[in-house]
């Protein structure tokens, strides 16, 4: 089971690939009806495609499951990343992160939130300018709340 798991990326990929030469074979035999070489010909167009298929993972990277065993942090300090929205209440998100804090960093981070037509309308810097600034007023307010001198101070940094 835990290869399966390993490497399912792979066995999707073969299983779709699979279903698809069936398909084609039960068209192929019901429609075109070709003699005994036609089959053979169609064996190796599917061997080909199969093994090309085993590739795929290999050449495209998404394709591959993350390793099964987690991430270890490379600091003894813990972190807290904070992804806001830029309409969101900071108050209340900054109530939230400091019920969460402990002695941890705070990373906020407000990505921008485009609109549909963003690239008609060029508002892309409007958008941008909310979301440092919704960022901006979240770090001021949870620099400004009361914590305990062994909590770090809260770093931001404005995401694209």
Known sequence: MKQIERHRGTVVILAALAAALVADGLIVGFLI???PLGWVGFAIVAALVLGLGMLAPLAFERTRVSALRPAEAT??????????????????????????????????????????LHFVTDDEDRERCEA???MLRTVALLQQRPRSPARSAATSRSSR
């Open 132 to 134: 440092r600034k919704s």
């Open 33 to 35: 009806k070709p003699p």
């Open 75 to 116: 600091t003894p300090q813990r972190t807290l990343l904070v992804i806001a929205d830029p309409n969101c209440d900071e108050s209340a998100l900054c109530d939230t992160i400091l019920v969460r804090l402990d002695d941890a960093v705070v990373h906020v981070v407000v990505p921008l939130r485009v609109s549909r």
